[in-house]
Structure formats: structure tokens, C-alpha cells
């Protein structure tokens, strides 16, 4: 059954509210949508999606737990062999609020809810899966990463030994990278330069 909240409840009472969502449970069942107040919409999905996981279970035990909130049987036995097996595969979220326009006599906040019946893609579910699974790996190697540059560098440094590049070597390595910017015509002419030196 739903949670109690603080404030004003949807119907009169607590009786009143609990029989209020269980027939907006049955016509949604029956009916796969319906539009209704979005403050009835978002009380209503938790309920439906707890329904429709007995129905998922299936057994005799699942079907008296929601026979207690929908008193149709048809539209038990509706959910139990119908929508059950179209969502067999789905790991929850059964049902979505789309928000609509305002009511016309009051302004009230309308919305459309609705059964998601159609079936989760495999594409979908490996994407997922691989999206988790990465992030699973990003935060296991976070600290491991962070933590190796810190111990490797001074091991590099007392096992390595210094190595001291002149100055000519240096100016020799970095000039094919400036004779790709210079013309062709210009670079024999530093050359010749640096062998007057």
C-alpha cells in the first residue's frame, strides 16, 4: 500500500485514498493508459510498479497480494498473462508519466500515465551493461591510479641515471620539426651556416 504522507491526502482519509489508487490501478491495468492529476500520477507509479512485479513472480501467493488492491479478477488475470510476460525482461520501470497541459475547469496539472509494453532492446540492455560495468571500473581504478604516479616517480629517480643532452643535440633534434615550416631552398642555407661555425 502506499507510504502515508505528510499534508493532504488525495482523498477524504486513508481509506478513501487507498481505494482511490487501487481503481486507478484497475483502469490503468485494463486500459494500459490514462490521464489523470499529476499528484495522483506519481502517487499511482509506485503502487502499479509493485503490482506488476507479483504479477511478474506469478505464483498463487502474488495473485491474493494483488487481488487485495484490484478487485477485478479479469483484470488480474489480464495482468498476470498478458502484461507480465511483455515485461518478463524489463528490470522496472513499468510505467511512465508524461506531463500534459492544464486542466480546463480548474487548471489542474494534468498528466498521461501509461504501461511500458514494448520490448527492451538488446542493444539497450548490453549498452546498459557496458555503461555501468566502465563506470564500475573508473572508480576501482580511481584511487589505484592516483596513487601510483605518487610512489613510482621516486623510484625512477634514484634507479635512473642523469642523463645530460648538449645543448647542440638538442638544437639538432628540433630542427627537422622547424624545417617542415621553412621552404626547401632555406634549409641548406642554415646548414651551411652552422658548418662555418
Not at 92 to 104: E, N, Q, S
Not at 145 to 154: G, I, L, M
Amino acid at each position: 500500500m502506499p507510504t502515508p504522507t505528510k499534508g493532504p491526502r488525495l482523498g477524504g482519509g486513508p481509506a478513501h485514498e487507498r481505494l482511490l489508487l487501487g481503481n486507478l490501478a484497475t483502469s490503468l491495468f485494463e486500459h494500459r493508459r490514462i490521464t489523470t492529476t499529476e499528484a495522483k500520477a506519481k502517487r499511482l507509479r509506485p503502487l502499479a510498479e509493485r503490482l506488476v512485479t507479483f504479477a511478474k513472480r506469478g505464483d498463487l501467493a502474488a495473485r491474493r497480494r494483488v487481488l487485495t488492491v484490484v478487485k477485478d479478477k479479469g483484470v488480474v488475470h489480464e495482468l498476470f498473462t498478458e502484461i507480465a510476460p511483455l515485461v518478463a525482461d524489463r528490470p522496472g520501470g513499468y510505467t511512465r508519466i508524461t506531463k500534459i497541459g492544464p486542466r480546463k475547469g480548474d487548471n489542474a496539472p494534468m498528466a498521461v500515465i501509461e504501461l511500458v509494453l514494448e520490448p527492451l532492446s538488446p542493444k539497450q540492455a548490453t549498452v546498459a551493461e557496458a555503461t555501468a560495468a566502465t563506470k564500475r571500473a573508473a572508480k576501482k581504478d580511481a584511487p589505484k591510479k592516483a596513487a601510483a604516479p605518487v610512489e613510482a616517480a621516486p623510484a625512477e629517480a634514484e634507479d635512473a641515471p642523469v642523463e645530460e643532452v648538449p645543448v647542440e643535440t638538442a638544437e639538432v633534434e628540433a630542427a627537422p620539426a622547424e624545417a617542415q615550416d621553412v621552404p626547401a631552398e632555406d634549409v641548406p642555407a642554415e646548414k651551411d651556416a652552422d658548418d662555418t661555425k
